[in-house]
């Protein structure tokens, strides 16, 4: 689909950010098969419109979204249609993302990355700033739940190279965090955080 030479580096434990024009798509590549990328998109004429997991739980009625499913801004806009995907299709649209008092819960004294200021980073290269952290859909993200509503933290599904293909509904700027998480097991069992990669195709 792509020109791997093309493809842009989403460092570990940090952030990219990148625009892309309505009918173009992002590739996300899952370098390793472990890593979880948090992904948020935006609509650059009007930061406060973000992709909203809430408002595209309420409109497609699903928790893991398939192939011609689109996630949805919260003005109810769709953002993002997922086109293709070569991973098990386990997604996360749950969690918030992390931060530095998500990691004070799990017993950080001192700081640690997290990918709520990876966004913030992301971002500011663009010379953008959002309002605030939007929930983020959590590519590759292994959180199983029960009928209960019960929550499991466990290892991704994915293979070293499985890619998304998002095609962009309108143009938006589009980020990305390598999740620095290293104490739960979502980006595998060893809790080593490693590079992903992306390119607008």
Same mark, same amino acid.
């Given at each position: 689909?792509?020109?791997?030479?093309?493809?842009?580096?989403?460092?570990?434990?940090?952030?990219?950010?990148?625009?892309?024009?309505?009918?173009?798509?992002?590739?996300?590549?899952?370098?390793?098969? &472990? &890593?979880?990328?948090?992904?948020?998109?935006?609509?650059?004429?009007?930061?406060?419109?973000?992709?909203?997991?809430?408002?595209?739980?309420?409109?497609?009625?699903?928790?893991?979204?398939?192939?011609?499913?689109?996630?949805?801004?919260?003005?109810?806009?769709?953002?993002?249609?997922?086109?293709?995907?070569?991973?098990?299709?386990?997604?996360?649209?749950?969690?918030?993302?992390?931060?530095?008092?998500?990691?004070?819960?799990?017993?950080?004294?001192?700081?640690?990355?997290?990918?709520?200021?990876?966004?913030?980073?992301?971002?500011?290269?663009?010379?953008?700033?959002?309002?605030?952290?939007?929930?983020?859909?959590?590519?590759?993200?292994?959180?199983?739940?029960?009928?209960?509503?019960?929550?499991?933290?466990?290892?991704?599904?994915?293979?070293?190279?499985?890619?998304?293909?998002?095609?962009?509904?309108?143009?938006l700027v589009v980020a990305f965090s390598?999740?620095?998480?290293?104490?739960?097991?979502?980006?595998?069992?060893?809790?080593?955080?490693?590079?992903?990669?992306?390119?607008?195709?």
């Open positions: 689909m792509t020109d791997e030479t093309a493809l842009i580096e989403i460092p570990a434990r940090r952030g990219k950010a990148a625009r892309v024009a309505r009918g173009q798509s992002v590739k996300v590549v899952n370098t390793h098969g &472990q &890593q979880v990328v948090d992904t948020w998109a935006f609509n650059p004429a009007d930061m406060s419109e973000c992709m909203s997991m809430e408002a595209t739980r309420a409109t497609v009625l699903k928790m893991w979204l398939k192939v011609g499913d689109s996630y949805h801004s919260n003005n109810r806009r769709p953002m993002l249609t997922l086109v293709e995907d070569t991973s098990a299709g386990v997604h996360d649209t749950l969690l918030a993302a992390c931060d530095n008092y998500r990691y004070g819960l799990l017993g950080c004294t001192e700081y640690h990355d997290n990918c709520t200021d990876n966004l913030k980073a992301a971002l500011d290269a663009l010379g953008l700033a959002a309002p605030k952290t939007p929930s983020p859909l959590n590519l590759f993200m292994n959180i199983p739940w029960t009928a209960e509503g019960g929550l499991s933290f466990e290892a991704p599904v994915s293979k070293p190279g499985d890619y998304v293909v998002l095609r962009a509904e309108m143009d390598a999740c620095p998480q290293d104490i739960l097991p979502i980006n595998g069992e060893l809790c080593e955080p490693v590079e992903a990669h992306f390119a607008i195709v």
